[in-house]
């Protein structure tokens, strides 16, 4: 699993480096500078950007790595941290009593909540239980797959008693949150690693920097352009999910051209197992208790990585036809659809900064 998400990093490393390199990357003091950090939201998050000295990309570094450390502490639901409460504390707590727990927390649970009421059902953060069981037996199933077995509709069932986001109860003024019934569980693996990489790019862009992208498994949020080349946009690559992902570096569906936004993928080739021939992958239609099988990925592009990473969820949830509808009323949400047939749908925005639809770099 781990190795995928490595490539999958790699990927958008790779060809964000061949812009540098076509660019020729320098004016008179910028430098293209890269780092990898490594241990946080179970992936290799990539730093790619222009300054004038190593010492302040080596601050800029700094920053963000503060910032996905904490994030990536926060939202973990199966360890726990010294000195911190996190998702896990809030879990152990359900029924029990309210856990206080760091601002950021409670403003990336608030906006979940927020972004669930304006949108269709199909992101529930209140899911764990359900998700829990799925996990487990995808856990035993890839370790053993000679073994590996599907949950049982009935145990889905009962833990999917206990997953109604309105049973969240959010403080603000106390910052803590409680999940008023036992047997509940938050998972905020929908957002966490979009919102982690929003928050970074914000405080960088505070910071004073204005050219760089940070690749974050799947996640690619962009700000500025490239620096003192011929060309004035980054370039992302999208997984082709047909292919074997570990035999082929260059596996790529597609290529978006951007400034200013942010690129993220769900699909259903990264987190699986296989049990009788079939694939069994992460993400769970809270409809059927089952994984979503409308679709092999789904990709959005719009500006706040946090949105992005919540959509690319949820339009993987919802069937073509509300994704469709929910795209004509959000004009800043690009979409693209990778059907079970290699076929793909496109929103008209998707298709202007696609490579194979005739975009080119500005
Ligand atoms: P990834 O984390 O692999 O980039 P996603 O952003 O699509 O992919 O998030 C998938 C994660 O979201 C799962 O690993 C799980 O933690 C959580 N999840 C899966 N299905 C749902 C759902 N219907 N609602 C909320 N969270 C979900
Ligand atoms: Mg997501």
Redesign the pocket.
């Known amino acids: 699993m781990f190795g995928k998400s490595l490539i999958r990093s790699f990927i958008v490393y790779l060809l964000a480096c061949s812009i540098v390199v076509t660019t020729g990357c320098n004016s008179d003091k910028t430098k293209r500078y890269t780092t990898h950090l490594i241990g946080y939201f179970d992936t290799v998050i990539t730093l790619i950007g222009y300054c004038d000295q190593q010492k302040t990309f080596d601050r800029y570094v700094q920053m963000a790595e503060e910032e996905f450390s904490q994030l990536h502490q926060l939202c973990d639901r199966y360890h726990a941290y010294p000195d911190i409460a996190n998702v896990r504390t809030i879990n152990l707590n359900a029924g029990k009593q309210p856990v206080q727990v760091p601002e950021v927390l409670v403003e990336l649970i608030q906006t979940a909540l927020i972004w669930q009421e304006e949108t269709e059902e ?4 209140a ?1 764990g239980s359900v ?1 829990d069981i799925w996990h487990n037996y995808r856990t035993m199933g890839i370790a053993d797959p000679g073994q590996a077995q599907l949950p049982a509709l009935e145990d889905l069932t009962e833990a999917d008693r206990h997953t109604d986001s309105q049973q969240i109860e959010i403080n603000p003024a106390e910052k803590t949150v409680f999940l008023r019934e036992t047997g509940m569980s938050l ?1 905020l ?3 966490a ?2 919102y982690a990489t929003e928050r970074v790019a914000q405080k960088l862009i505070e910071a004073g920097w204005t050219s760089f992208a940070i690749s974050s ?3 690619v949020r962009t700000v500025g352009a490239p620096i003192g080349g011929d060309r004035n946009q980054w370039s992302i690559g999208i997984e082709d999910p047909n292919e074997d992902q570990n035999s082929d570096e260059n596996a790529l569906i597609d290529t978006v051209y951007l400034t200013d936004g942010s690129v ?1 993928t ?1 699909g259903d080739y ?2 699986y197992y296989t049990v009788n021939g079939k694939r069994y992958h ?5 409809e059927t208790l089952m994984p979503a099988d409308h679709f092999r990925s789904v990709t959005i592009v719009t500006e706040d990585s946090g949105w992005a ?1 919540y959509l ?2 949820l339009l ?2 919802l069937p073509y036809d509300e994704g469709v509808i929910f795209a004509e009323e959000n004009p800043d949400v690009d979409v693209l659809w990778v059907f079970s047939d290699g076929q793909t749908q496109m929103t008209d925005g998707m298709a202007s900064r696609l490579k194979s639809m005739g975009a080119v770099p500005d």
Do not use: E
Not at 122 to 125: D, Y
Not at 282 to 286: F, N, Y
């Open positions: 199909g992101v529930n953060i899911l998700l998972d693996g929908a957002l690693k979009g498994g799947g996640n993220v769900s990264q987190r992460h993400i769970i239609d809270p990473d690319s969820t993987f949830v």
